[in-house]
């Protein structure tokens, strides 16, 4: 009797706790409590894909290589040129433009000097129209351009959206130049016996970049032959022909020098290089000269002055 008692007591608590289980397990779903458990589609990581779509991507210009050293042409130009690497993505590249300066002294964005500064040189590409493309900016540099170590070509390429890119090319050179430029003849005229010529003037224009002393001499038939001029009679002799730097109108007998077969420095007389580029007349200087006829001399006579022209420094 006893027995059958506990069996049902146990069996009563058996269906208690199976009730109380089943109500746990029911009220935890109800709840969606989060579970560290793998499924399929899912994971305790995710990932996230990204996209975009670049509708213009900017050129790049990649190299920039300057011609150096570099010697300018005597009172004339010297064409130098800048090659240029740009890369675009999209292949859309409108303009390649460069400047040439002098760092530290302009930049690219300064006024144009052709003493320093050359800007909007246009390049012409010279490879076929593709993503990457080779180009070639020429400018033509003055005589009076400044020698420097630190000249540099400043590439721009832009595009049809203009997007922009810049690079620079490494230092350049460009070597001094002493020069001058002076007319061909130097005509006293006509003239009789014992006559002196009024002044002729003999313009030197500085042909460099460099400012200038002036050396000078002369010679009739040939150098160290003592003479002035040699005639078709006769000959003058190299003191017969005199100079000055100064002004016009001086005296023959005291304030004129008179020209050796050796050459000599014109003291206090120096011939700037040219700084304006409307104009040359502040880069010329002047001498004048005047000729004395001796005695025994006629005819048509010839000589030679030769100006030698000297870096002094500046």
């Not at 399929?40 to 290589?65: W, Y």
């Not at 003479?227 to 001086?250: F, K, P, V, W």
Request: aromatic share 10%; with cysteine.
């Amino acid at each position: 009797m006893k027995k059958n008692k506990f069996n049902k007591k146990t069996l009563m608590l058996t269906i208690g706790l199976l009730i109380c289980f089943i109500f746990l397990f029911s009220w935890l779903s109800l709840l969606k409590i989060p579970k560290a458990t793998s499924y399929l589609g899912a994971d305790i990581n995710q990932t996230l894909n990204t996209t975009v779509n670049i509708t213009n991507a900017q050129p790049e210009v990649r190299t920039v290589a300057m011609d150096s050293p570099i010697d300018l042409e005597a009172y004339g130009n010297r064409t130098v040129y800048c090659n240029t690497t740009v890369f675009d993505w999209d292949n859309d590249t409108l303009t390649v433009n460069a400047s040439f300066y002098i760092e530290g002294l302009t930049d690219p964005f300064s006024s144009v000097d052709n003493n320093n500064k050359y800007d909007n040189v246009t390049c012409t590409r010279t490879s076929p129209q593709d993503r990457e493309m080779n180009y070639t900016c020429t400018v033509d540099m003055t005589y009076y351009t400044d020698n420097s170590s630190q000249w540099r070509c400043n590439v721009t390429a832009k595009d049809d959206d203009n997007a922009t890119h810049t690079n620079v090319s490494d230092y350049a050179v460009i070597n001094p130049l002493t020069a001058i430029y002076v007319p061909g003849v130097l005509d006293f005229g006509e003239l009789a016996v014992n006559d002196i010529s009024d002044d002729k003037l003999a313009n030197i224009t500085n042909a460099g970049n460099r400012n200038i002393s002036i050396y000078v001499e002369g010679w009739g038939a040939e150098k160290g032959d003592g003479l002035a001029m040699n005639c078709s009679y006769g000959s003058i002799d190299s003191s017969y022909e005199r100079y000055n730097h100064t002004q016009s109108g001086l005296s023959w007998e005291t304030e004129l020098k008179e020209v050796t077969n050796e050459s000599v420095r014109i003291d206090g007389f120096t011939v700037f290089h040219r700084f304006d580029d409307s104009s040359s007349s502040g880069s010329t200087n002047s001498t004048y000269w005047k000729l004395k006829i001796p005695a025994f001399a006629g005819g048509i006579c010839n000589g030679k002055i030769l100006f030698t022209a000297e870096d002094d420094g500046t």
